[in-house]
């Protein structure tokens, strides 16, 4: 019958104390040498008894063998029937969830502190002694390994779990099955290999069916899953918080300032319920404040929410940062989201041309810079500073310190020129390129190509429309003049465009003409760098009527100052996705809200936290701020199956046995372990030191039995026959 | 139990001899009193004195210069031994014959076998301070000891009584032999015949007995001391010859306490002194099986040496050589009354 032990090493030092009994007695033999005379008698004693005495030693000795090895048995905790054979080394793949599920709160304890719970009591049934050990592996994204390979050092992997907090961010299963590959590829030996996912199985399930290709599956000897918490819980997160203009500049345009929130309401939605929305700044005043009304069954809402910017200070670069808080429900994490806020005094705008006479000409003329600085200051300077640039002194006269670059004539700019736009477009600012009106030449275009390869077509033509086009009123939700999208459809009819640049395709349209064509196209770079736009008109009414149209105000103010703060932000992050990491960023530093107080270097992982960072070059000056994000979606609260989670983990884990550990506390689990292993090694091992005991009685009798045979034969012969003699 | 068993307890108890206690034939002949003495010579001396002193008290009468019986004088008889009385009174001559002049040779034969090397007494346990170890070496008081202890007093008594005594030292075959004489100078010669053979090698009393007869003519008082560990039909055969001869023979058989009680507790090794193989037992186990064999040996023995109307006394190394010598004094007496009549 197969048989193992769950100590066996124990069992391995205590069989060798067999040896105990017969090194005694070979001791005992060797311990001293008597020079006899009588010899002659002794061996005639010695073959009349020889037999008999063999016997009886054989038997102590036997017996008292015995009597070690059913204690190392039951010490050894002998276990009949388990596995193939004996027990072998077990190797736990212990797969914490700290995703943003795991922070749900269900009574007074959260999943992660259930999940901790159960993870310890499995480990707790791991003996390092005969050689488990235990891998960690957080699950949180991106998911990490903690303890890798795994370690037979169970107090500090325990001392892990107990420090782990819950993130922001989303199960990251690909992540997860990586690291477990990693164990398996690296496992030496052929022990009990068990993956353990500690965890909600709403993250887990969450993360299933986010995972797009499907994955290798991983053989596992058993896989253990927390059972499903059966009761719904009611949870709302902010999927999105997105201001309605990017770009606030103090003295400017007064234009209205909102937020525009994505809500996500999951779990027990069936009745109706609402949720509070406050926005606060960094000195926790108000901002603004809204309720949302959820009808039965709404799972989502878009909601936009008026914010005061008065006041407003910059607390990560030279943006405010503000925090749209929600109401208490069943996950506090995805309550909340940062929307940064870049100020300005004012805007700098270079804008680079022909030295040509600003003044109107003879012929009526008006020169495209003119029409620019009418539309960027209609009435005074409205926070707007504008430098002009020699376009053949383009290349020195073009220095930092601007917010968008106007490339009016780009015929005009030599190579070291374009150099330096790309350079700054490099460093965050906004360039602004317009087809050039004194000259034919389209080589300049290859520049712009080259500033971003792929973004634009290759075919460029200067298109004369004859008949001339109008715009389409549409304006699609990515564009930078998005904000404008009412007034534009309104103003568009009086525009008639003449001639225009035959962009190709490829790039996001700010607007269209009527024919289709693009009236110009934006670029968001890399990571960090500035918007690039490149315009089909330019600003001539040879061209079109365009600049002489009120639209073509609203359309420039919106253009550049939705520009320039598009430039200065990072598109928000998700907690547990990469973070953008531009070539200028030397350092990054959570800011932390409230406080405005930063925060060391951020370490591994902080992303996984939702909040906002503050991207620093190499002078240390904060240039950037970036916005990591909750992971709403992963955190719904939706009741899932166990046979749901069940069919799901056979996509990716071949296990012959998947157990349930109860989720309702750690005492049953343990008790589930104490019915695996606990009872059939206690009962075993009991047996095995009832038969020691045995063993040792009989010993015990038997030796006495021979011994006071003996002193009974003595007694019979009596001393009085040896004195008589003597 | 016998009074004069001295356990190691009593014996380091036991005071330095005092001049007092010389008197106590007891203490002089007993193996501790008799270890301290460092030779052979010595301690020979000693154990006569203790015997002759403690002749009061012995149950046979002595050995002095007595009137046997008168013979009628023939030619030649020394007139000085006629019976003037008796002629006066019966006008017959008629010699007197005394005991002493019935002169009986004495031959020692002392096994010098290994087994004979055994002896579980302590020299230091019977000295005291004054010795550790035998001249030789040796830290214990052997049968050998007690053999030749035994030997050289009988010797001395004999050689005092103005007989012949001749020695022979053997084992398997004679290693050493003093030839008979009653000069004083003799004595010493047998002193150091025993003080200086090696112990060792195997018995064959057969083929000593041979060769020991081949060198005797006339009748002697043959005292074999030896602890008679071999065949006990070898040594009926001995004794036969010996009988056939014409001889008479005393058997002391010299044997150690231990041997006799075989009272080890803890396991051991027992290597034989006569090159036997080495056997790992447990005492208590062999205890009865051996004391069985032993005894039936002993008893052979003495029933061989009775069949042929010789003595055998068991001499054990812990107790007092008085009774032995004075049973061997008493059968020198019977001897001589029967030789003289």
Known sequence: MPFSFLHPLLFAIGAACISIPIIIHLLKRRRRVVSWGAMRFLEEAYRKRRRIITLEQLVLLSLRCLLVLFIALGVGSIMLGRGTGTRQARTLILVLDDSISSARIIGDSTVLERSKESAIAELDTLDPVMGDRVALISASSPARPIVLPPSDDLGAVRSLIEQAVSSDAAFDLEGVLGHVAQVEDGAEREGGRQLMIASDARSFEHAVSGMQDEPVRQPMDSVLLPSPEPTPALNVGILSAIPTRTLLVRDGLSMPESIQIELIRSGEVGGESSTQIRVIDTEGESRGSGVVTWRVGERSRSVGIAIRTDGLQAAAASSAVLRVQLGEDANPRDNAAYVPLPIRNALRVAIVDRPRDSAIGGGGEIPPARWLRAALAPRGDMGVQITSVDASQAAARLVQGVDVVFVLSPAELNDAAWDRVERLRDQGVMIVIAPDTQSESLAWFERVRGMRAGAFGQVVDVRAHEPAVGLDPRIEPASLLVGIGSEFEQLTGAVSVFRSLGLGSGAQPIASMSDGSPLGLQVRGADGEGMLVVLAVAFDLGWSNLPARPLFVAMVQELVRQGVGLSELFPPVIAGDPLPRPSWVESVRAIELHTERPVSDPGPGLNASAGVLALRDAQGLTRAAQVVRADAEAAVADVVEEAQVAEQVERFIEAPELRWIGAQDATETRSVMDDAFGGERNRLALWALWAALACGLLEFLLARLFTQRLLASERAMGAEGRGARA | ?341
């Open chain 2, 1 to 341: 139990m016998d009074e004069h068993v001295v356990n190691p307890v009593e014996t380091s108890q036991m005071p330095p001899v005092a001049a007092s206690e010389r008197f106590d034939p007891h203490l002089y002949l007993h193996p501790q009193t008799l270890s301290r003495l460092s030779t052979m010579e010595l301690r020979a001396k000693m154990i006569v004195e203790g015997v002759m002193a403690g002749q009061h008290r012995s149950p046979y009468t002595g050995v002095s210069v007595e009137f046997a019986q008168h013979r009628p004088y023939v030619a030649g008889d020394d007139i000085r031994h006629l019976d003037w009385k008796v002629y006066a009174r019966t006008d017959k001559l008629q010699v007197k014959q005394y005991q002493q002049e019935t002169t009986l040779d004495l031959v020692l034969l002392v096994d010098s076998s290994g087994s004979m090397r055994f002896g579980s007494r302590l020299f230091s346990d019977a000295s005291g301070s004054a010795r550790d170890m035998a001249p030789d070496g040796r830290p214990n008081w052997s049968k050998f000891d007690h053999a030749t202890a035994t030997a050289a007093a009988m010797a001395y008594i004999t050689i005092n009584q103005g007989d012949r005594v001749g020695l022979a030292v053997y084992a398997d075959e004679l290693r050493a032999m003093v030839e008979r004489s009653a000069r004083k100078s003799s004595w010493k010669q047998i002193v150091d015949a025993l003080a200086t053979h090696p112990i060792d090698r195997e018995t064959d009393i057969l083929r000593v007995m041979d060769q020991t007869l081949a060198k005797i003519s006339n009748k002697c008082l043959i005292v074999i001391i030896s602890d008679f560990f071999e065949d006990p039909e070898h040594i009926r055969s001995a004794f036969a010859k010996v009988k056939h001869r014409g001889h008479d023979l005393i058997a002391l058989q010299v044997l150690d306490k231990a041997e006799l009680s075989f009272e080890f507790e803890d396991p051991a090794a027992f290597e034989g002194l006569e090159s036997e193989a080495t056997i790992r037992i447990d005492p208590r186990a062999l205890r009865k099986a051996y004391l069985e064999s032993i005894n039936n040996h002993i008893d052979l023995v003495s029933q061989h040496a009775r069949s042929f109307g010789f003595d055998h006394k068991v001499v054990s190394t812990h107790k007092w050589l008085g009774p032995t010598l004075a049973k061997f004094v008493a059968r020198r007496n019977a001897a001589s009354t029967l030789r003289g009549s």
